[in-house]
Nanobody, 124 residues
């Protein structure tokens, strides 16, 4: 199995940028499709982005398309989420997740391993 730890969250003004990282330990992350989800207070956890095992394919939620970029460095066992043009509605706890099947899914139930999350707050 794999253990995931997110970092890079913080407080940013609207229009700003932030980069999140997800460091993996245990089993190599090249065995997993990796995703980012987020959960705002009082809301369901929602899909943000995902990247295939080799990093060739990506998938994004419509709400972040064109603003967020997911990438991975399997040698460094790290997945990244670069966020630009941030909006107050992007405020949430962001979670990294790993999925053993190598096809995209926006369903949180399809991801077997999760980090504990990192808080992102966007001020208006």
């Amino acid at each position: 199995q794999v253990q995931l730890v997110e970092s890079g969250g913080g407080l940013v003004q609207a229009g700003g940028s932030l980069s999140l990282s997800c460091a993996a330990s245990g089993r190599t992350i090249s065995d997993y499709l990796m995703g980012w989800f987020r959960q705002a207070p009082g809301k369901e956890r929602e899909f943000v982005a995902a990247i295939s095992r080799a990093g060739v394919g990506t998938s994004y939620a419509d709400s972040v398309k064109g603003r967020f970029t997911i990438s991975r460095d399997n040698a460094k066992r790290t997945v990244y989420l670069q966020m630009t043009n941030l909006k107050p509605e992007d405020t949430a706890v962001y979670f990294c997740a790993a999925r053993t099947k190598n096809f995209f899914s926006a369903s949180k139930t399809e991801y077997e391993y999760w980090g504990r999350g990192t808080q992102v707050t966007i001020s208006s």
